[in-house]
């Protein structure tokens, strides 16, 4: 059987434009159901999703290899280089 999916973008909040233009859409949890209703039109829910419930710290590379599956990898490492510049 075939798997079928669809990664829908927006864009990114002023904590992560520091990496990226785009993001993965992010939906508050008072949004889900709708989403998942057979309303015709959720398109106002795509929106871009607020920056204070956020955190954001560095991480190291082995993050970006799919073999690597332990906890471990996304605990927070010492930055290289600041982000903002």
Same mark, same amino acid.
């Given at each position: 059987?075939? #798997?079928? %999916?669809?990664?829908?973008?927006?864009?990114?909040? +002023?904590?992560?434009? +520091?990496?990226?233009?785009?993001? $993965?859409?992010?939906?508050? $949890?008072?949004? %889900? &159901?709708? !989403?998942?209703?057979? +309303?015709?039109? $959720?398109?106002?829910?795509?929106?871009?999703? $607020?920056?204070?419930?956020?955190?954001? !710290?560095?991480? #190291?590379?082995?993050?970006?290899?799919?073999?690597?599956?332990?906890?471990?990898? &996304? +605990?927070?490492?010492?930055?290289?280089? #600041?982000?903002? #510049?």
């Amino acid at each position: 059987m075939d #798997s079928h %999916f669809a990664v829908i973008t927006t864009d990114a909040n +002023e904590m992560l434009a +520091e990496i990226h233009d785009r993001v $993965p859409l992010i939906l508050a $949890p008072g949004d %889900f &159901v709708r !989403w998942l209703s057979d +309303e015709p039109d $959720p398109r106002d829910l795509m929106r871009t999703f $607020p920056a204070t419930p956020m955190r954001m !710290w560095p991480i #190291s590379t082995p993050v970006n290899n799919p073999k690597n599956d332990d906890p471990s990898i &996304v +605990e927070p490492v010492k930055a290289l280089r #600041s982000l903002t #510049s």
